[in-house]
């Protein structure tokens, strides 16, 4: 049986897992999410990367917006507000409610997050081992300009800087203003949560789908140890490319890469991973012309379809990069 490990981010990541086990159903596959996006709200832990896989890949997503629960309603956020407690820029349903209550007893109880997170999957029934990149607290901050948040600047000179949570920024700031810094917190001292590390050292195969490079597969690969873990495998990593036509596919990829100093391009989201750890990547039809330029940097790529319209879609990107995997192996 094909054991395959993916690094997983949200919607995305969720998106192109269910075309991977559409594409590859014999096979035994292991997700480590992101958890760089997970945050305390109204005395509740949120993992909104995992949660988005749960959903996903149990059933229980609403499809058109790729994230929260389908059928969802929202008695409870508006019982919230009309208390006068917020953040209001952040919308949690009855549903998901009911998700984050039960991980927060949980973990209030003693248990880890992998624990928890294997307990809540009992319910979903996923068809992955999904688990936590680890089981400490990370959460991925954002510098901006105080100007951009309406606050006064700190010290005389003017112009002060403050780091938000990846929420906010992404949120309620909807990554409308500029970045300057992406900063896992808690991430140097992190270790991989139990079966992350064995997962990878047993894998035949390790792919990066088209998630954020920075705050999602990028913060994962923060956890010490995990990319070292990754490189000396010493099987076929490959990924595909979330930026097609110079523009992210999904979300604004494009603030999150410039606040690291990457182009927004396929060849240069590639370059940022490197070949020390990339062996294939995948870049849409659109883009073609960089083929050659991530070939010069040491990666094999090919030029396929990447856009994920359908499930049929995106099986036959999974298939693809299962396809360059092979390609590399031999």
Known sequence: MQRIVVLAGGVGGARFLRGLTSAAPEAEITVIGNTGDDIHLYGLKVCPDLDTVMYTLGGGINEEQGWGRAEETFSVREELAAYGVGPGWFGLGDRDFATHIVRTQMIGAGYPLSAVTEALCQRWRPGVRL??????????????????????????GGGGRRAIHFQEYWVRLRASVPAHAVVPVGADTAKPAPGVLDAIAEADTVLFPPSNPVVSVGTILSVPGVREAIAEAGVPVVGLSPIVGDAPVHGMADRMLAAVGVETTAAAVAQHYGSGLLDGWLVDSVDEGSVADVEAAGIRCRAVPLMMRDPETTAAMARAALELAEEVRA
């Open 131 to 156: 688990l936590p990149m680890t089981d400490d607290r990370v959460e991925t901050h954002v510098l901006i300009d105080t100007a951009d948040l309406d606050e006064e600047p700190a010290g005389e």
